[in-house]
């Protein structure tokens, strides 16, 4: 009676055994291609940008002197979902491609200065204060980057609304989070922080306002072009991000050979590799 329950149990191993093997193929798999898709693609993509070579050297009469290189990185239109358009989970998978982005250039190409050039969010022009707080501190998790590089941002017409949707309340809130900053030097290099969407004439006050910014920083420039160094050229590099397509024919692509690995493992499927070798048996046979 022993012996008989012995073997029972010996042929029950084998199916566990082998239903096991298939569950650490197929966990195997899955990891490796999440891993791939939602970080190392990212590395893979980014790896093959280069900071672009530009002139460093300037003559100065019969002086030359040596010009600094500021490493600036431009990004425009992330328009972060907010509470009313877009469903979670794309939302969700969005916000995840622009962090892995964003943060893998930080690592890699390591810039001095970010600008974000305008609709950060896609609802801020109507977005209420509790959805806004919640916005900005998406954002904050997302764009998180080292006290030595520099995040300048440019209010656009998603996150203030257009000229004649625009009012102070809504100007004011931005520049609480992202500084009222019109003018910023770097390196020699003179930026000015223009919102153009304010430039929509139409005879705003808030228009009439930023053209009176605007003359007052261009004094400011000319007061300062000679106490500075400016340099002489500039060169300009894009930087390609992993394309969708891509990602989406990978992921079915493993999901057709986990059917196929699945069906295989059960008997369901005749194996390819061992159809290939009975094949090449045959013929060999003749």
């Known amino acids: 009676m022993a012996m008989i329950e012995l073997g029972f149990g010996r042929q029950n191993f084998h199916p566990l055994k082998r239903k096991s093997s298939l569950l650490l193929k197929l966990i195997a798999v899955v990891f490796a291609v999440l891993l791939f898709c939602e970080f190392l693609i990212y590395y893979l993509a980014i790896f093959q940008c280069n900071w672009p070579e530009v002139k460093t050297t300037a003559s100065d009469g019969e002086q030359t002197t040596r010009e600094p290189v500021l490493k600036a990185m431009f990004l425009a239109d992330t328009h972060l979902l ?16 622009m962090e892995r982005a964003f943060q893998t250039a930080l690592w890699l190409l390591q810039p001095e200065v970010v600008f974000i050039l305008g609709d950060i969010f896609d609802e801020g022009k109507w977005s209420t204060p ?20 520099q995040l300048k941002v440019v209010a656009g017409n ?35 922080m223009v919102n153009s969407v304010a430039l929509n004439g139409d005879g705003c006050g808030i ?69 290939g070798l009975n094949l090449l048996g045959k013929r060999k046979t003749r």
């Open 207 to 275: 228009c009439s306002e930023t053209e009176a910014e605007l003359i007052e920083v261009s004094h400011r420039l000319n007061c300062s072009r000679e106490g500075s160094i400016t340099p002489t050229d500039y060169t300009l590099s894009k930087c390609y991000l992993p394309r969708e397509d891509v990602v989406l024919i990978i992921y079915c692509g493993v999901v057709g050979f986990l059917v196929v690995l699945t069906l295989t493992h059960f008997g369901l499927l005749a194996s390819p590799f061992l159809s």
């Open 158 to 192: 998603h996150d203030i609304g257009f000229h004649y949707e625009m009012n102070t309340y809504k100007v004011e809130r931005f520049e609480k989070v992202f500084s009222s900053e019109r003018l910023f030097s770097w390196k020699g290099i003179n930026f000015v």
């Open 130 to 149: 509790e959805a806004w707080a919640d916005d900005v501190e998406r954002f904050q998790k997302m764009f998180r980057h080292p006290s030595h590089v």
């Open 82 to 97: 907010g509470e009313f358009l877009g469903h979670w989970l794309d939302k969700l998978r969005r916000e995840w491609q």
